[in-house]
């Protein structure tokens, strides 16, 4: 009999055997699994990319702690939504789980609601984000959180979805139609299923040619709030890095038509400021975050004016990453050796024991010398780009 469910349903794991994907949270000794298999179960935050396994993570820990799961959106959940998970506020016999997709869109005063059942532990949170939690979640909420961030799955993840996707559906995928699929999903395998399941029930088989058709289908576009919303800011970014104002003006209209949170499109721009444009334009930076200030102020219509303003200006900036790439370096780096022992001459000496020891001798303010731990001697991060080169 085939089932009526849909294929993400029927597909989704139910234990972390069969969890594909996030290996730094759910492997063996991992926090994720530690922390399941001791039943240590407490309030956190699923930050990363769509269709990565954020709500499979939440229902698999529910089941495997013998909890109640309650699922709300963040979108059109109230406060009165949560008060009938609460019910009479006392602790009960079975563990509560709040799984809260897209926390990031719960305002102030409904993170305050919430904050002392979290704290009081009535409920533990579970709160999926594709935003940074950072600048989402209020403080106090987000303290009593921890926070795990999810990456966007690999080729060889998103590959095994689609096998088991159609072996599920008992249909054949040859190499170039599988591949063109794990390309379009961009490491989201809810974007993948998806698109396997509406190619198999319009036209029952799978080539490049059905998946396209799938695609372009209007009845099945994504919606605003979920690929759809991704490509396009995606296709924003983009233009304005390729300096295309053009394109990125069209990109901008398309969201702002959308709807889309005015915010949230200006603090893209204040990331790309110093990610694309970086030392090659400082005032990009300045210029960004007061376009960020005019729409927090403003709001729709007119702030509309505001980012089209900076749009144009980001987009005709010349470009320099060797901050941003600089700082990737370094970061890979420290997550490669760790916290190397820093030198002496560049430690704090608070005390006459620390003086003995070294800690400061011959400090100068103003040296080319070295400054990087011995390991790392010799280390450029910092790789000024010529303006030829840029």
Not at 81 to 86: C, E, G, P
Not at 146 to 152: A, H, I, K, M, S
Not at 210 to 236: C, M, P, V, W
Request: glycine share 6%.
């Amino acid at each position: 009999m085939i089932s009526t469910l849909p294929l993400a349903s029927v597909l989704r794991p139910k234990n972390l055997d069969d969890f594909v994907g996030q290996s730094h949270l759910v492997g063996e000794g991992k926090p994720l699994r530690l922390a399941i298999q001791n039943h240590q179960i407490f309030s956190m935050i699923f930050w990363g990319p769509p269709g990565v396994g954020k709500t499979t993570l939440a229902k698999i820990i529910a089941q495997e702690s013998n909890a109640d799961l309650y699922e709300l959106s963040a979108v059109s959940a109230s406060k009165d939504d949560i008060k009938k998970i609460i019910g009479n506020g006392e602790h009960g016999l079975v563990k509560k789980i709040l799984f809260l997709d897209e926390i990031h869109r719960f305002n102030k005063a409904q993170q305050d609601f919430l904050l002392p059942y979290v704290e009081s532990g009535i409920l533990t949170l579970i709160g999926a984000t594709t935003e940074n939690p950072s600048f989402e979640v209020i403080s106090p909420l987000l303290s009593r959180c921890r926070v795990f961030t999810l990456n966007e799955l690999s080729s060889e993840e998103v590959g095994e979805i689609i096998n088991r996707a159609c072996k599920v559906l008992k249909i054949k995928i040859t190499k170039v139609p599988k591949d063109w699929l794990t390309g379009m999903a961009n490491g989201d395998a809810r974007q993948a299923i998806t698109m396997i399941d509406n190619a198999v029930t319009l036209y029952g088989k799978l080539t490049i040619d059905t998946l396209k058709q799938t695609l372009q289908n209007s009845f099945l576009r994504f919606d605003k709030k979920g690929e759809e919303h991704y490509n396009t800011i995606s296709a924003f970014i983009k233009s304005m890095r390729a300096s295309n104002p053009d394109a990125a003006l069209y990109y901008l209209a398309r969201m702002v038509d959308a709807g889309e949170d005015p915010v949230f499109i200006a603090r893209r721009m204040v990331v790309f400021a110093s990610e694309d444009i970086g030392i090659a334009n400082s005032s990009a930076l300045m210029l960004a975050n007061q376009v960020f200030q005019a729409v927090t102020q403003i709001g729709y219509p007119e702030c509309a004016i505001n980012l089209a303003h900076g749009v144009v200006y980001l987009a005709t900036s010349p470009k320099n990453r060797s901050a941003y790439d600089g700082l990737r370096a370094a970061q890979a780096d420290v997550k490669m050796y760790g916290n190397l022992p820093i030198p002496l001459n560049l430690r704090n000496a608070p005390t006459s024991l620390m003086k003995e020891l070294g800690y400061g001798k011959g400090y100068q303010k103003y040296t080319t010398e070295d400054l990087l731990p011995d390991k790392l001697k010799g280390k450029k991060y910092f790789k000024p780009i010529k303006k030829n080169e840029s």
